[in-house]
């Protein structure tokens, strides 16, 4: 389908990915901003992240966002669309994953895509702490839509007492379905390979000057792709044997869908240049599942004007009403 019409100017992917993420002055100027308080979630793992709460008295619901890889709460996207909905009277929680946000500090393990069961619980303990009368909604962006998809997955099979409180409607934007395949088109990309690199040894960085006693990286130049930093990395820090068990635990096969028993839109567009569109064209037929693809779109982008509105929100109104 497309429906999704962006302005000529705005209609090119890496144009329409690259301003979703753009920081502007008035990504750190909206009101909401002055009024967001802090809250740390302590899972039982022994596991601390950070989120942020805007709560609006008497909301329509609670939203809680989720970031892609190397974004945080504070990344373009999140807040334009924490702001969209903040306006329109709806309770917002922005949830940092581990090692993202400047949180390098709460926690001496290294982030990686594994790290499922600590982003579950903590969603899980951020729906108990909203309006138990009011409907919870969860949208993920890049991994954090991957990330929905699974906590959508564990929900659907958990007792009571150990899902997402009163979830009513999810949306995945730009999911990653396979991770090992997105890193390889990421690699493929010189600007997105560049920026993704940078970012990641930024990030380690940070965690061994944190704890030295535990890391030391060396020279993270010579690390030529976001492949090759990984394979270092999975090999060096990490349980699993290779990139191959590594990337398996987070990729969401054919059969990984039809388990899903709440409701959810997927939306992606097929000149997304991070994520293989082909992949959704595999994910099997399920009444609580919506797969949207659209011709154009970017990566986690679908900016519709100069005001940088972006074409999921329609979406998510529509389901939210």
Known sequence: MSSFKPLPFFSGPMVQSLFASWKSKQDKSYPFLKKSRWHLV????????????????????????????????????????????????FSIFRLNL???????????????????????????????????????????????G??????????????????????????SISPAIDPYEATLKMDEHPILKKYFLRAWARSLKKKAT?????????????????????????????EFANVAEYFSTYTLKPDFFSKIKTPVTVLTSADDPVIPVSHFYEIPRNPYLEVVVESRGGHCGFIEDGKRSAYYWKIMERKMN
């Not at 564990?154 to 979830?167: A, F, G, P, V």
């Not at 535990?214 to 990490?238: A, P, Q």
């Open 42 to 89: 302590k899972t039982d793992g022994n596991v601390s992240l950070l989120s942020s709460l805007n709560e609006v008295e008497d909301s329509k619901g609670t939203l809680i966002l989720l970031h892609g890889w190397e974004g945080s709460i504070h990344s373009s996207y999140i807040v334009r669309t924490a702001n969209h909905f903040f306006q329109k009277g």
């Open 98 to 144: 581990r090692d993202h946000g400047d949180t390098h500090h709460l926690n001496e393990g290294i982030f990686n895509g594994s790290l499922f069961e600590e982003t579950y619980e903590a969603v899980r303990i951020l729906s108990l702490k909203a309006n138990k009368t009011k409907p919870v909604y969860l949208i993920g962006f890049s991994l954090g």
């Open 210 to 238: 944190l704890f030295p006693f535990l890391y030391e990286f060396g020279n993270m130049n010579r690390h030529k792709s976001v492949m090759d930093l990984t394979e270092k990395m999975i090999s060096d820090h990490s």
């Open 146 to 171: 991957n990330f929905v998809l699974r906590i959508l997955h564990r929900h659907s099979s958990e007792k009571k007492s150990k899902q997402i409180q009163n979830l009513k409607y999810s949306f």
